[in-house]
């Protein structure tokens, strides 16, 4: 079983693209799931493979917390599980987790926008979906770096956009409304970050430098353009080949990953190092 919280997402197309291509590339059969942005959902998916007696799961669970009971029963059932992206916690006995080191990449993210600014600057903080792993570390990396200089970088605004494009939009209209324009809006993804560029379009504030987090192509050519600052590349084809690489290695003869956690770190995108 291959299970993306959504289908909805870009970033989630291409995890399951990747996984689609490995699956073949090792010559298994692949059930594709796609979450639906529900956890119930998402776990009635897990149940209903563990029922058809899979050899393995590949999931990038929606929420830390609410797969942890459906994880756990697979698990128990004897079907090895292999985390991608997002974590789930407090369960024993997952084979691996493979993902970007999600705090690291929120303090590159942040790293950036402070190199930009060494003036200091007025922030707008876009943060991921509550009870998501990578929503949960990234925000605490930018805070990890940007805390310690709150006299000169300040958030004036704080707000969960759950990683949703049109969500970020919104958002950003209600930050502009109420602070005025910022120096920087930093997302903790592409999607929010294309949001926050329409809401700053809107009102000709075409100079806050804006950055995004998952380098999808439209990003990148966001980045080229100059409509955004910078973009973190998280290398999600690479996570989701790796998981099932160790999935199926596991399945077909038993043999363990040499970690059961496997953190690829993320890399700054801007205009200076796009080619």
Partial sequence: LGSVPSLSFPLFVHMMNKIRE????????????????????????????????????????????????????????????????????GVAGILAHVGADNV???????NQMVADFPNGATI????GQPGAGPAIDRNQGVHNVLDGMADKYKIVFEQTANFARAEALTVTEQGLAANGKPDAIVCANDDMAFGAVEACAARGFTDVKIYGFDALPEAIVA?????????????PGQQSREAVKIAVAFAKDGTKPETDLLLITPVVITKDNLD
């Fill in 104 to 110: 690291k990449g929120g303090e590159a993210e942040a």
């Fill in 223 to 235: 980045v080229r353009d100059g409509t955004m600052a910078g973009t973190v590349e998280q290398f």
């Fill in 22 to 89: 490995e699956a073949a590339a090792q010559g298994v059969s692949l059930i594709e799931s796609d979450g639906q942005n529900s956890a119930p959902k998402q776990t009635a998916d897990i149940e209903a493979a563990v029922v058809q007696k899979v050899n393995a799961i590949v999931i990038s669970p929606l929420d830390v917390n609410a797969l942890a009971p459906g994880t756990e029963a697979a698990i128990q059932a004897g079907v090895p599980v292999v985390t991608i992206d997002r974590r789930v916690e």
């Fill in 124 to 127: 707008f903080h876009l943060q």
